[in-house]
């Protein structure tokens, strides 16, 4: 009788750990398809003849979506991952046989099923693990970014075929078989430790104050990051036509830089350091490497600015945090 605790305690343990998994791969496959529309950006725009204007407005869409899915994502995590996983299985089996005007609100679901699928996971590790969430959700964002550096290669042998449809299928698959799992395996479960609420008194407006400008800054450093990242491949291929792969390699480029510079930046060095000053260092140091990669004008230094970028860009938003 005494083992029926503990063996039900090691069943749990090792259902969360089988889920963890799933889920953090789901999470990697999120963050390639966040980066996809930007590495794909020079081959539509030949193949629907499309100009920046039009392509800005798929970037917008996309985003637009993806911010909309968090704010969409509610209290039943599960559900919101059925949702997410839902839409982007049908958006991607759209993908690969719409033109250039139902694009538009196709990457406008694609972004919302990322948003709500991103935001979904988060939360459920979140109050799944309750203490240890700290780690937990470490772990998750590097899978995320892991997936973001990795895809504009694993894209290449796709890009290098006359049609992008076995892409938009294999996409279509992995997420198919991401929906059934949380179908079928998932279930929504209470937080691991109930949030106190106290008291809001009138002191509590001076820190939402102080909290409004580091909210600001936090927006405008992902859609610095975002917009760079879109636009890095094209920008890459203008630079060099012929060069395909260099255009995905300085996408990967800049999402290792911010891999990179995640991994190296600690509570250490902001400790010796300062937060305001290296806030101020970064920021100053995003300026420079933009700076250098509007000047670059060919494919060598481009990659490079595009590294350095993501080294400047990588320590801002846990700075915000």
Known sequence: MTNQPSSAVGRIHVSRTVSSLVLGVGFGLTGAGTVMLGVLLPVLSQKWGIGDDAAGFLFFLQFLGSALGAVFTGMNRVRALVVGYGLLLLSAGVL??????????VFFFWGLGLGMAMTATSLLFSDRYGD???AKLE?????????????PMLFMPFLRMPSLRPLFFTFQGLFLLLFVWVVLRERQEAPAEQLKVGGAGAGSQAPLRALLPL?????CAIGVESSLSGWLASYSHRADPQGAAGAAF???????????SRLAF???LLAITGRRRLLGAALV??????????????PVPIRLAAALAGLCIGPLYPLLL
């Open 266 to 268: 600690s509570t250490r």
């Open 139 to 151: 772990r998750l964002n590097f899978a995320w970014a892991a997936g973001a550096t990795a895809a």
């Open 96 to 105: 690969a046989f719409v033109g250039l005007r139902l694009a538009f609100p």
């Open 250 to 260: 300085a996408t990967s480029l800049f999402w290792f830089g911010i891999v990179l």
């Open 215 to 219: 909210v600001v800054l936090a927006v």
């Open 285 to 298: 140091c995003v300026a420079a490497s933009v700076a250098l990669l509007v000047a670059a004008h060919h």
């Open 132 to 134: 240890d969430r700290a």
